[in-house]
């Protein structure tokens, strides 16, 4: 039998599967990364994490047709080169060479958003879709966009509407401007919320609860006034950033995905509501807004979409 | 000889031109447009200004092997109807088939964004670019996007990356929402502030003079601290829109355009350099940041290059 094998490279671990090739994953392998790594310890788990998925599928990972990996942005797709990752304290890692020599098997490398982007247009809620947006919020807000079964790469292959300026007197973000999207509207962004209104108020933290998303929306829904404004603000500035994007690139399936749209249908119908209110009728009418169907995997079956690409010349 | 017609109808003028299929203009034409104005009356200028066109070239319209039109607002461009303009008062009007019935040509209609991004595309500051976003910086801000040689149009062919907020909390725009770069980056913003500087300050206007954007450029450049804080808040503005677009669509070339930019090239070394300020190193280095080549002439050359397009079966 044929198969292709596919790894999602994340800031805290490293998903691996094996694949066939009408898609179905066989067998997985996961490892953990840590922050600040450097690419040696974090290449050899990567590998280790995918011979897991080989092994868990009985299969051997060197007659694997093809392999892609996702990772962390800004990099090279056509080079498969990671430029910068200030997660992993990477620069210039020549990602694909170094695994094409190591494993013997055609590699690939896309940045992570993209992939999550395409796994939802092949497998999950983008499938049909013609012009689809995918936005992943998490610890960030990653950004991908499949025209016509394409994943849109630019000039570069990095397309980060993650860092669009939605307020220009906004917070600080990470990547050092003010007021991107996802200084306000991601994980890292509540998380700096919830510590915020802990510092003020420390019983507002119950035992084994950390200062994150999950306790902004806890407090919250428990009509804790200063918790609803960074929600309300959390909604006002993803549901600008979706009207933006709806706006600006008509397309036909939003697809929102991340550990933080997980906290529920509520969560989507709210963002939803506030997009609608800022979006221009005709592009509004022609779009839907959804919620990831892959969880968690998006990327890694965006991986297994792309190498099974790789083996069809694609 | 072979020849197509191509018209741009604007808020107040529509400008025709005949060109033959090297794209050489042949003769123009010129009528006004009056806000407000129902279609037929319009309707009746526009076949005068591409007759006139017509005449001016001594070619007989009718012989025309194809016309293409750029119009303003959301627009059906696969029927050919302006479904809304606000500014001409028009609702669902089938410019297609009218203009093609009383003419007798086929007739292709384009949101004049588009048709100002294809004429620098084709002919102007955009030649040779994979990827080229154009923002057009007038009354309005009209954006469009060419991949690859072909008008990004999404599911609905509507791309308003003029509207995109950039600050959540700024000034209202014209079409209803707060802090669309519109609302702070336009003609139509920069009159504003003009006005309410002269309405506290009647001497800045001199004899002759309107308060609109050359009135905010010429006190800024004169030392005036409150017209200076316009261009300022204007530059950011507009650097954080462009910085977004390249940011997140990670074009080759960005062409600015419109009436706004043709202040001079100080105007868009200070908006390059905010926009370098807050784009990725990956994308700022893969692109360009021009002013338009055709002037005013952007969208009546990419209703030439359309009509062209329309003649070669493309």
Known sequence: MEYVAAVD?????????????????LGRGVRPTAAGEGPGPVLGRMVE??????????????GARAMAVGAPGPLDPEA????????????????????AERLGIPVRV?????????????????????????????????FGLVVLGRIYHGATGNTEFGHMTVDLDGPLCGCGRHGCLEAI???????????????????????????????????AREGDGEAQQVLDRFVEA???????????????RVVLGGGVMAAGDW???????????????AQWRATEVVRAGLGGDSGLYGAVALALDTVQGR
């Open 9 to 25: 490279l994340g800031g805290t671990k490293i998903a691996a599967a094996i694949a066939g090739l009408d898609g179905r994953v």
């Open 49 to 62: 994490a995918v011979q897991e998925a080989a092994h868990a599928a009985g299969l051997d990972l060197g």
């Open 110 to 142: 896309e940045n992570d958003a993209n992939l999550a982007a395409y796994g939802e247009y092949r497998y999950g809620a983008g499938q049909g879709a013609r012009y689809m947006v995918y936005l992943g919020i998490g610890t960030g807000i990653g």
């Open 238 to 252: 993803l549901g600008a950033g979706v009207a933006n994007l709806v706006n600006g690139l008509s397309p036909d």
């Open 267 to 281: 969560l989507l119908e709210r963002v939803r509501e506030e997009a609608r209110r800022r979006a221009f009728g």
């Open 80 to 99: 498969g080169v990671v430029l910068e990752s200030p997660n992993l304290g990477w620069r210039d890692v020549p990602l694909r060479d170094i695994l």
């Open 185 to 219: 509207a991601s994980g890292t962004a509540l998380a700096r919320e919830a510590r915020a209104i802990v510092a003020r108020r420390p019983d507002r933290l119950q035992p084994g609860e950390t200062p994150a998303a999950p306790l902004v929306f806890r407090l």
